[in-house]
C-alpha cells in the first residue's frame, strides 16, 4: 500500500488487504493541521481490498470524530465498493463523493461569513432568537417576523437551516443539493437584514430531524425564543407530533409560523 499525500487529499494505491491505519495515521494528522475542516482519501488506486483492510476507514473516522473534523472517501472502485458494504460499521458510518471536487465542497461548504471577534464575542452572552427556516415559502414570513422581533431590542438571531440526512446514509455525508438550497436561502436572508441594526448570525445543522437540529443548535446559544416555520398545507398528525415535541423539550417561548396562503 503507497499513501500518498497532498493539499487535502490522502490517497491510497495498491493492495489494501490489512489495517493501514498507524501507516496513515501521520499524514492525516499532518494534512489536519493544514485543513482542520476534515480530509478527502482517494481511493482510486486501490487495486484489491479484504474486511481487514476496511477496517483502516473505521480507524480513520474515529481518530477525526476525536479531533472534530470530517473525512470523505472519494473515488471508491465497485469492488472496493463491495467489501467496504459486507462491514456493517462502515456501511453506515462512511462518508462519500463521487469525485476530489464535490468532497471539497462540501467539507468547505460555508454559509456564514467571517465574524469579527467582537460579534463573536457579543453572541456567546447574547440572549439569542433562533430562527428555524424550513425551505418552503413559511421562510419569507418568519423572516419578517423575527427582524420585527429583534428589531430595537438587545437581541441577537441566530437562522438556523436544518440539512436532514437519510437514516440509512451517514451524518456527515456529503448533499450537494441540500447544500446549495441552504447557501441559496441564507444569501437571500443576508441580503434582506444588511440594512438593520442587528447581529445576526447563520447556522447548518447536519440532522436526521429538525426537532434534533433544534436542540443541538439551542445548547451553543442563550435562546430566549425559538421562531419555527411550519409548512402551509393542515397540520397533519406527524405536525402536531413535532410541536408536541418542540413545546415539551424547549424551555423558552415558542413561536410557530404557518403561511396563509
Same mark, same amino acid.
Given at each position: 500500500?503507497?499513501?500518498?499525500?497532498?493539499?487535502?487529499?490522502?490517497?491510497? %494505491?495498491?493492495?489494501?488487504?490489512?489495517?493501514?491505519?498507524?501507516?496513515?495515521?501521520?499524514?492525516?494528522?499532518?494534512?489536519?493541521?493544514?485543513?482542520?475542516?476534515? @480530509?478527502?482519501?482517494?481511493?482510486?488506486?486501490?487495486?484489491? +481490498?479484504?474486511?481487514?483492510?476496511?477496517?483502516?476507514? =473505521?480507524?480513520?473516522?474515529?481518530?477525526?470524530?476525536?479531533?472534530?473534523?470530517?473525512?470523505?472517501?472519494? %473515488?471508491?472502485?465497485?469492488?472496493?465498493?463491495?467489501?467496504?458494504? %459486507?462491514?456493517?460499521?462502515?456501511?453506515?458510518?462512511?462518508?462519500?463523493?463521487?469525485?476530489?471536487?464535490?468532497?471539497? $465542497?462540501?467539507? /468547505?461548504?460555508?454559509?456564514?461569513?467571517?465574524?469579527?471577534?467582537?460579534?463573536? $464575542?457579543?453572541?456567546?452572552?447574547?440572549?439569542?432568537?433562533?430562527? +428555524?427556516?424550513?425551505?418552503?415559502?413559511?421562510?419569507?414570513?418568519? @423572516?419578517?417576523?423575527?427582524?420585527? =422581533?429583534?428589531?430595537?431590542?438587545?437581541?441577537?438571531?441566530?437562522?438556523?437551516?436544518?440539512?436532514?440526512?437519510?437514516?440509512?446514509?451517514? =451524518?456527515?455525508?456529503?448533499?450537494?443539493?441540500?447544500?446549495?438550497?441552504?447557501?441559496? @436561502?441564507?444569501?437571500?436572508? /443576508?441580503?434582506?437584514?444588511?440594512? /438593520?441594526?442587528?447581529?445576526? $448570525?447563520?447556522?447548518?445543522?447536519?440532522?436526521?430531524?429538525?426537532?434534533?437540529?433544534?436542540?443541538?443548535?439551542?445548547?451553543?446559544?442563550?435562546?430566549?425564543?425559538?421562531?419555527?416555520?411550519?409548512?402551509?398545507?393542515? =397540520? %397533519?398528525? $406527524?405536525? +402536531?407530533?413535532?410541536?408536541?415535541?418542540?413545546?415539551?423539550?424547549?424551555? +423558552?417561548?415558542?413561536?410557530?409560523?404557518?403561511?396563509?396562503?
Amino acid at each position: 500500500m503507497i499513501v500518498e499525500s497532498y493539499e487535502d487529499v490522502i490517497a491510497l %494505491s495498491g493492495d489494501l488487504k490489512s489495517n493501514f491505519w498507524e501507516t496513515i495515521h501521520t499524514a492525516i494528522s499532518l494534512t489536519l493541521v493544514r485543513h482542520p475542516e476534515g @480530509v478527502i482519501i482517494d481511493c482510486s488506486g486501490i487495486k484489491e +481490498c479484504n474486511e481487514e483492510g476496511a477496517n483502516t476507514f =473505521l480507524d480513520a473516522m474515529d481518530f477525526l470524530e476525536e479531533h472534530d473534523a470530517r473525512v470523505i472517501v472519494v %473515488s471508491v472502485p465497485l469492488h472496493v465498493h463491495e467489501v467496504l458494504k %459486507s462491514v456493517p460499521e462502515t456501511r453506515s458510518q462512511l462518508p462519500m463523493a463521487g469525485s476530489i471536487e464535490d468532497a471539497r $465542497k462540501s467539507l /468547505h461548504f460555508k454559509v456564514d461569513p467571517e465574524l469579527d471577534h467582537e460579534t463573536l $464575542k457579543q453572541f456567546e452572552d447574547m440572549p439569542t432568537i433562533l430562527a +428555524c427556516l424550513n425551505g418552503t415559502d413559511t421562510d419569507e414570513e418568519l @423572516v419578517e417576523l423575527v427582524i420585527d =422581533l429583534a428589531e430595537g431590542t438587545h437581541m441577537g438571531i441566530c437562522w438556523l437551516y436544518p440539512i436532514l440526512i437519510p437514516r440509512q446514509q451517514p =451524518l456527515q455525508a456529503p448533499m450537494k443539493e441540500l447544500e446549495e438550497e441552504a447557501a441559496n @436561502v441564507l444569501e437571500t436572508i /443576508h441580503a434582506k437584514i444588511k440594512d /438593520h441594526d442587528i447581529t445576526d $448570525k447563520f447556522i447548518i445543522e447536519r440532522a436526521r430531524d429538525v426537532p434534533s437540529a433544534i436542540f443541538n443548535a439551542s445548547e451553543e446559544y442563550n435562546v430566549k425564543k425559538l421562531v419555527i416555520g411550519l409548512n402551509k398545507h393542515k =397540520l %397533519s398528525e $406527524k405536525t +402536531c407530533s413535532f410541536i408536541s415535541s418542540i413545546m415539551k423539550k424547549m424551555d +423558552c417561548q415558542v413561536i410557530f409560523v404557518k403561511s396563509e396562503s
